[in-house]
């Protein structure tokens, strides 16, 4: 996930996102940052590189390779990479749903390339395994809105219990994570979603309002308000004024996580900008940042249920 910085802020008004899948502070080094849901690795210097033992299991490429691809074997695997020659002056790497892409300078050896490839292949099989998981919980199946199907809250799966015929209304037991849900009895899957939505909404409101003065005290900030957010790319937002903006779809995931993202915003309070500052002082009120903030990148929009 990329944190966002609006060109030529008005200072009362600048405003730092937390998108979907920001890479970590170690990831963004490179000249070009990447869209969402790639992954980046640190450029290297070119050419003196040493050899690392691959990360198995991989399965090795069928055939030959694709237009435009190279193929390099690594130990017992092969990959397919796509080599892009740059004026840059180091080795970058960048894993997206297409692959492997290699960018070196114009001068750099293709066997140099491939030594550097070696010295990175650890790094280039784990983010590959977790691109194929990652698109494994894509493929899914969604949600199926009906009487006994789960829905995520909290970090739980809760049980939907749907009751034709009585008072419209909803409740939730944390005893049985069951969820029960009144409903006219020619209430159609729309009515269903908008009323746990609004279930969630309600409750997003609740444990927001609850928390956020938890880490403002201990940051020593004072925010002016809070809203809900509905974004689809990011889980929060930040004004230079004090306006914190949550989503309420954080309610799907664990305590932790929801912790984290309030002291991710409520932290550009003290330093408006994701400088080494900045993430010390994330984690001088969230130790565990680094655990939480990979888990969220990790948790595919595409797995939560749709609205």
């Known amino acids: 996930m990329k944190l966002l910085r609006h060109s030529q802020p008005d200072p009362n008004q600048l405003t730092l996102q ?34 690392q033992s ?10 030959r390779p694709a237009d435009g691809m190279r193929r ?31 960018t070196a300078p114009k001068w750099v050896t293709l066997g140099e390339i491939e030594n550097a490839i070696r010295e990175k292949q650890r790094w280039i099989f784990t983010k590959l395994n977790e691109r194929r998981e990652r698109s494994a919980r894509r493929l899914q199946p969604q949600m199926q809105w009906r009487d006994g199907a789960t829905l995520p809250y909290l970090g739980q799966d809760v049980t939907l219990r749907i009751r034709a015929h009585q008072a419209a209304g909803i409740a939730y037991d944390e005893e049985t994570l069951e969820l029960t849900v009144g409903l006219p009895a020619d209430a159609g899957e729309q009515q269903l979603k908008d009323r746990v939505q609004g ?23 004072t925010y002016q ?32 996580l929801i912790d984290y993202v309030i ?12 400088s080494p500052r900045f993430w010390a002082t994330v984690q001088s009120i969230f130790p565990e940042f680094e655990t939480a903030k990979r888990a969220l990148r990790e948790s595919a929009p595409e797995t939560l249920p749709i609205f």
């Open 18 to 51: 937390l998108d979907f899948f920001t890479p970590t502070p170690l990831e963004t080094k490179q000249e070009n940052p990447p869209p969402p849901f790639v992954e980046p690795e640190p450029s290297i210097p070119a050419p003196e590189l040493t050899h």
């Open 54 to 63: 691959p990360l198995p299991p991989m399965s090795p490429p069928i055939g």
């Open 72 to 102: 390099i074997q690594l130990g017992e695997h092969h990959i397919d990479y796509a080599l892009l020659r740059s004026k840059r002056r180091s080795i970058g790497f960048l894993i997206s749903d297409e692959g492997l892409r290699v």
């Open 263 to 274: 002291a991710h915003e409520l932290s550009h309070l003290r330093e408006m900008n994701h």
């Open 225 to 256: 308000s809070f809203a809900l957010s509905s974004a689809t790319t990011q889980w929060g937002s930040c004004t230079a004024d004090g306006r914190i903006r949550l989503n309420w779809r954080l309610m799907h995931f664990a305590l932790p």
């Open 199 to 221: 279930w969630l909404q309600a409750r997003a409101k609740e444990t927001f309002a609850a928390r956020l003065p938890i880490y403002a005290e201990k940051l020593g900030v």
